[in-house]
């Protein structure tokens, strides 16, 4: 099976706590690609980080940082000083060298940052 | 700029009555798709073009058709629409390999 797992469904916290956000995937190919966007309530997709298989290094972008491990098949999503405008639903997704014709979303998580 | 235009971004319809869901790049990608987002489920592919006049079903391709006619443009089409349609749809475009995809506006859609 390939399959993106997010298993929290809702996080809410407060202004400047950290916050991460879970993704486990599943995939039978040794080269993929995992993704991280991001759903403002305005709707539209933002795209925020892609990964290789390849690269296992972990990659830091202002207050947000993305720890990738093939051993656990993880790719958690932390926001550090997390601020209202934070608040959105997030996606991981997952596409397989094998199969160009899809992108695999994960369910989401509905990320909301109390002031 | 790289762009993928989807219209409406908002339609209410009636049951039954047809109605076409546009989408355009200008990347010249292959690759279009069409997902549905829905409440914990993610997004879910619907059908998918790896280039003109060729197109296959994704996960959820019930009730839906689609046509790749030109390169740039891979419409939705919905036939018959049913209240279990209402949803999010988004078109998506990537090349040869979904290194980077970029996706429409969305369009919100309510079958009343």
């Known amino acids: 099976a390939q399959k993106v797992t997010q298993a929290q469904t809702e996080i809410s916290v407060v202004e400047k706590e950290d916050v991460t956000l879970d993704c486990v995937y599943e995939?039978?190919?040794?080269?993929?690609?995992l993704f991280w966007y991001k759903q403002p309530p305005s709707g539209e997709l933002v795209f925020l980080i892609r990964r290789n298989s390849f690269d296992e290094q972990n990659e830091i972008s202002g207050r947000y940082s993305w720890n990738f491990q093939k051993s656990t098949s993880s790719f958690n999503f932390t926001i550090t000083a997390s601020q209202v405008v934070d608040s959105a639903v997030y996606f991981c997704?997952?596409?397989?060298?094998?199969?160009?014709?899809?992108?695999?979303f994960g369910s989401g998580t509905r990320l909301s940052i109390r002031p | 700029e790289a762009q993928v235009t989807q219209n409406p971004r908002y339609l209410i319809t009636v049951t039954g009555k047809k109605l076409t869901v546009t989408c355009s790049q200008n990347?010249?990608?292959?690759?279009m798709s069409w997902y549905r987002q829905d409440p914990g489920l993610g997004l879910r592919q619907i059908y998918y073009?790896?280039?003109?006049?060729?197109?296959d079903k994704g996960d959820v391709p019930e009730g839906y058709k689609v046509s790749r006619k030109e390169k740039r443009n891979f419409p939705l089409i919905l036939e018959s629409p049913s209240p279990n349609q209402t949803s999010l749809y988004f078109c998506a475009t990537w090349g040869d390999r979904v290194t980077e995809a970029f996706f429409g506006q969305g369009t919100r859609l309510t079958v009343v």
């Open positions: 073009s790896m280039n003109v006049e060729v197109t």
């Open positions: 995939t039978r190919d040794t080269t993929y690609y």
């Open positions: 997704a997952l596409s397989p060298w094998s199969s160009a014709s899809k992108i695999i």
């Open positions: 990347m010249n990608h292959e690759y």
